[in-house]
C-alpha cells in the first residue's frame, strides 16, 4: 500500500496569488525538456480526469472526460505573440489540467510549430487515447510524454485518483493504440511515490517491452504541491517563493530511481532518465 507522508507543510499568511490568466506562461526550467515555454489549453479553473496525490496544481477543480475549447486558439496565439522563444528549448502543453480535454488540441499544435519553429510537446495523462480523434490531434506533436505511474489498479486508484469510468486497463490498450500511429517522440513518466515490489517492477519492464517508448523518466515528489489549486503553480518558483500553503510528500532515496532505471536499460535497452536530486537541482 502505498502511504502519503507529510514530511512539511508550509502555511503564509496569504493562501492564495491571484493574477490575470495569461495562456502562456514560463519558460519553466525542467531535468526533461531543458527551457520550456508552457502553453495552458486549459484555462483558470483546474479541470483534468485525475486529481493526483502529489499534482503540483493542488487540488483538481473540475474532475471531466469531455472536450471542449477552453481557451480559443487565437487568444493562445495573442499570448504567445508576447513571448521570446530564443532560449526556448521546447514549447510544452500542459498547465492547469489534462491537455487532451482541449477540442483545439490539434489546432493549437500546428499554430504553435508555425509561430515559433520550436520542438512541441504535451504532457498528458493517456486518459483519453482510447479516443481515435484524440490520438490522431496528440500525433501532431513533435514528443508525448505520457504518465504511468502504477501497474495495478488498486494503485493507480490511489495515487491518480481517476474518474469512476476511467480504468487502468483502458490506458494500456489506448497507450499502444497511440504508439503503432504516432512516429514522434514518445516519453513514458512515472511517479515513485514508494518503492515497488519485484511483482510491480517485473510487469512495468514487460509492458515497456510491449510499449518501446523512446525513454522512460522516473521522477519522485521534489516539489513543493499546494493544499489548493494554485494557478501559479504551473511555473518552477523556488520554494521560499510560494505564497501559499503547500506540503512536501516524501520522496524515494535517489538510488531506487537508479538502481531501477538501471535495470530498465539493461532488461530492454530503453533509455532512462531521472533527476539528481542533489540540493542544487530540487532548486530548480
Known amino acids: 500500500m502505498v502511504h502519503l507522508h507529510k514530511i512539511g507543510e508550509r ?3 496569504m493562501s492564495t496569488v491571484t493574477k490575470p490568466f495569461t495562456s502562456v506562461y514560463g519558460p519553466v526550467q525542467s531535468w526533461r525538456f531543458g527551457r520550456s515555454l508552457g502553453i495552458d489549453p486549459i484555462g483558470p479553473d483546474s479541470t483534468c480526469s485525475f486529481n493526483c496525490v502529489y499534482c503540483q496544481l493542488g487540488e483538481i477543480e473540475h474532475q471531466s472526460c469531455n472536450r471542449q475549447i477552453f481557451v480559443p486558439t487565437q487568444k493562445i496565439q495573442q499570448d504567445l505573440q508576447s513571448f521570446p522563444v530564443g532560449d526556448v528549448n521546447t514549447i510544452t502543453l500542459s498547465g492547469s489540467g489534462e491537455p487532451t480535454l482541449a477540442l483545439n ?4 499544435l500546428v499554430m504553435a ?8 510537446g504535451v504532457l498528458t495523462n493517456g486518459s483519453l487515447l482510447g479516443d481515435r480523434a484524440v490520438c490522431e490531434e496528440l500525433a501532431i506533436a513533435d514528443w508525448v510524454a505520457v504518465k504511468v505511474d502504477a ?23 489506448g497507450l499502444l493504440q497511440f504508439r503503432q500511429l504516432y512516429s514522434g517522440h514518445l516519453a513514458i513518466q512515472t511517479m515513485l511515490l514508494t518503492e515497488w515490489n519485484e511483482q510491480d517492477r517485473a510487469e512495468y519492464i514487460r509492458r515497456m517491452q510491449a510499449l518501446l517508448p523512446d525513454e522512460i523518466q522516473l521522477n519522485t515528489p521534489t516539489r513543493l504541491c499546494p493544499l489548493t489549486h494554485q494557478l501559479e503553480a504551473r511555473g518552477n518558483d523556488p520554494p521560499n517563493a510560494c505564497l501559499y500553503p503547500t506540503r512536501q510528500l516524501k ?4 538510488e531506487v ?3 531501477f532505471g538501471d535495470r530498465i536499460e539493461r532488461v530492454i535497452g530503453i ?13 530548480l
Open 11 to 13: 502555511h503564509e499568511a
Open 105 to 108: 488540441l490539434g489546432e493549437i
Open 113 to 120: 510549430k508555425e509561430m515559433t519553429g520550436k520542438p512541441v
Open 151 to 173: 501497474i495495478a489498479a488498486e494503485s493507480f486508484c490511489r495515487i491518480n485518483r481517476p474518474m469512476p469510468t476511467i480504468h487502468l486497463q483502458d490506458i494500456w490498450a
Open 251 to 254: 520522496q524515494v532515496h535517489p
Open 257 to 259: 530511481l537508479q538502481v
Open 271 to 283: 533509455p532512462v532518465r531521472y533527476p539528481s536530486l542533489k540540493p542544487e537541482a530540487e532548486k
